[in-house]
């Protein structure tokens, strides 16, 4: 018997264990399908080594084994493509495996939140758990990264402190070693008009500059390596790792406890207050459909007894949708795999073993902005990400090439999809619609993403390094080719959120005062799949932002 079971030792499973567990006389359990210690592992400690999780010719390092590898459904608006949906399998879930971005996103989203019925839930509100879980490397040393400038001017002095944290569990850091053509993409973006932001998680998201990382010392920083390891050897918290949740135990719809497998045994574990759902948005309304918890008609299609109809579990997914121009550069200044510069990549593993910098330290997306797509939009609607490579986990041939990709992803979807169930099955992937460019303005927007991506590049700064354009190829030019190519060219960011909504409407699932699931005592959902709507930017950082009001709010007895 727990005081609390956690079902998902991800990103928000790992803040609840951290901060349920510092009383000591509460009892926490979580429990976790991955293993535990990959936070040790140098796949996943090097930061570039994200690149290998998704290649099959490289699945004997490791990375498959801490990923889901799921499959979306068709999506019309896509010409019927289906798109890949890789998430993290771990103690600390995609934190371990993922691109390592701290992005809060905007003021306005959270104003938005609460518009959508998330009461509490506002800018002010979410910027103090913001800065409660993080601990700024460079607020805490402004000397840390001395040479470390944009447009010119140490970055350390352009950035206003009480937007940020210190002595939080969750490390962010500039990045280590930065490739020498970001000052050349920040150069060309000026050149096209883009202001230069230092931090976009600061006043302002506008503007073109640097990601801050989840890393500490040239290492990821994902959650096992912050909350996880952080409580793990208190006495009253327990990680149950490869522990395949089936359903929770329902009593007069109240959850008392969770059966999952383990090691080819079914066993059950109790919980006296609380069970919280933490395994993010495909699995958490999996899990609940699977013991009975939805909508009526998606349970009954299984076979799976209602024992309580809530239409809103699976509904109002949203996730950011990318797509991308790659560009074979006349320099070798970007990171790739050729004779001429051999030593080079010799000797950037050399620098990352020994001194923990070099290339090995890069997410390649090192730099970015946030800009409006076009003249009416009231704030940005696009994500840029600047990579200093061509080569992908899904295009692994491109490593023998020098060149970089720039991608725009659309910040703020008008599609809508669903999650569901494909079987009774708890061992069977969910079914996963996303819906993508269903809406057309979706679409539009990536359209405009590859005009404005091509027109960076078209700048005098990049006159020196700019080869053939390998995608989509110049030859394509008509609005209606490019909506052609971005069909089979496109990607998911991997942000899935909000198929647990908070708010008040028919199709919310929690209450956003308490995060308990409406008509249920003893549960409550805490992960993405509560948010009203997908922020503007990468999830992690609002993710464990929302466990850590989370965690305030079970604390406070709501």
Known sequence: MYDYVIVGGGVAGCVLAYRLSEDPNVRVAVLEYGTAGNHKKTIVKMPLGMVAFMMPNLAFLGGPKMTYMYKGERNQGLGGNTLDLPRGKAVGGSSMINGMIYIRGQHEDY???????????????????????????????????????????????????SYHGRGGP???????????????????????????????????????????????????????????????????????TEAKVRKLIVKDKRATGVQYDQGGETKVVEAGRDVIMCAGAFNTPQILMLSGIGPSDELAKQGIEVLHDLPGVGQNLQDHIDTWVKQKSTSRITYGMSLPVLHKNVGHVLKWFFARRGAFTSNT????????????????????????????????????????????????????????????????????????CQDDRDMQNLVRGIHIMRNITDQP??????????????????????????????????????????????????????????????LRVIDASVFPAVISGNTMAPTVAVAEKGADLIKAGT
């Open 111 to 161: 104003d938005h939140w609460e518009e959508l019925g998330a009461t509490g839930w506002g800018r002010d509100e979410m910027l103090r758990y913001f800065k409660k879980a993080e601990h700024f490397e460079i607020a805490d040393n402004p000397d840390h990264t001395p040479n470390f400038n944009l447009d010119g001017q140490p970055v350390k002095d352009q950035i206003d402190y």
């Open 170 to 240: 969750y490390n962010v850091a500039p990045p280590r070693d930065p490739n020498p053509m970001c000052d050349v993409y920040f150069e060309a973006c000026k050149q096209v008009g883009y202001p230069i932001n230092p931090d976009f998680n600061g006043k302002s998201q506008e503007g073109i500059g640097y990601h801050w990382l989840q890393q500490k010392g040239g290492e990821r920083w994902g959650m096992e390596s912050g909350y996880a390891a952080g409580c793990r050897d208190r006495p009253n918290v327990e990680f149950i």
């Open 365 to 436: 997306a090192e730099a970015g902005g946030f800009v409006k797509s076009h003249d009416g939009a009231e704030r940005p609607d696009l994500q840029l990400f600047f990579c200093t490579t061509i080569a992908s986990a899904q295009a692994a041939d491109s490593f023998f090439a020098h060149g970089w990709a720039m991608h725009a992803t659309d910040l703020r979807p008008y599609s809508r999809g669903h999650v569901g169930l494909h079987s009774a099955d708890p061992f069977e992937q969910p079914l996963i619609q996303h819906n993508f």
């Open 461 to 522: 700064a990049f006159k020196d390094h700019v080869g053939m354009e390998m995608e989509p190829g110049r030859d394509v030019q008509s609005d209606d080719e490019l909506r052609d190519y971005i069909k089979s060219h496109c990607m998911t960011m991997y942000h899935p959120t909000s198929t647990c909504s908070m708010g008040t409407g028919k199709q919310a699932v929690t209450d956003p005062a308490s995060l308990r699931v409406y008509g249920m005592d003893g």
